[in-house]
Structures are given as C-alpha cells and as structure tokens.
C-alpha cells in the first residue's frame, strides 16, 4: 500500500476551501483523497439557492476520481475555511462508504479512523446483492 502523505492531503482540502461556492451558508469546505492508483483527488461544496441540490465537497472529490478513470479511495480528508478536520455528513459517509469501503482511511477531529469506525454497520452493495440473489 502507498505511504499517505497526509501533510499534503489537508494543504490541498485547504487550498479547495478557496475555492469553495458557499455564498448561503458562509462554510467554505474541501476535500482530499488518494486513489489506490496513486492519484489525488478533491473537491469543494457548491452551495444553491434550493438548498436541496447543494453539492458537498465530498461529492466533487468523487466525481473527480469518476472522471478521472475510477478507483478505490484510499486515504481522505476534510477541512473547513480555517484548515479544522471535519467530519464528512451522514450521506457523504455513505458515499465514501461506496468509493472506499471499511479499509477507507478518515483523518478526523480524533485521529485518524477507518471507514468501519466512522461508518459502522453500514448499507452498500453487498445489501442489494443479497436481496438480489435471495429473490
């Protein structure tokens, strides 16, 4: 597995809080990751007016890594405009759930985690193949 570098993951989640769409909320937010093919990718959240489609950081980071040609998240991170850890909501749980499973690595408030603390007894994919395979 490759060394994180998580000096340069939250300098690059802090650079994307500058670049952050957040004119309601006022909360600036960016995001890092390292991809198992050695990639970082990152995002920032997207505020709208219909607060409903507002796009998390989290959401940007995963469709850069999308775009980029896939792979699994190995390593992420989150910061605020001061450059504080954050805590990735409850539905971006699940979506970095989905990009990296349980061996996911979360820099949080506490220390670093794995996917299966931050999120456990989650929902994805294995789920719907059981109920798939059951009916």
Do not use: K
Not at 8 to 34: D, I, K
Not at 42 to 69: F, I, K, Q, R
């Amino acid at each position: 597995m490759t060394t994180v570098d998580w000096d340069a993951l939250r300098a690059r989640a802090r650079e994307l809080t500058a670049r952050a769409y957040a004119p309601y909320s006022h909360f600036p937010v960016g995001a890092a990751a390292l991809v198992d093919d050695g990639r970082v990718v990152a995002g920032c959240n997207v505020e709208n007016a219909g607060y409903g489609v507002t796009l998390c950081a989290e959401c940007g980071l995963v469709s850069d890594m999308v775009a980029g040609g896939g792979g699994r998240l190995v390593a992420f991170t989150c910061a605020n405009a001061l450059g504080e850890r954050l805590m990735p909501c409850g539905r971006c749980r699940q979506l970095l759930w989905e990009h990296g499973g349980a061996a996911l690595l979360v820099d949080t408030p506490a220390g670093i985690m794995t996917m299966d603390q931050v999120l456990p007894q989650a929902f994805g994919p294995a789920d719907l193949d059981h109920v798939r395979e059951d009916n």
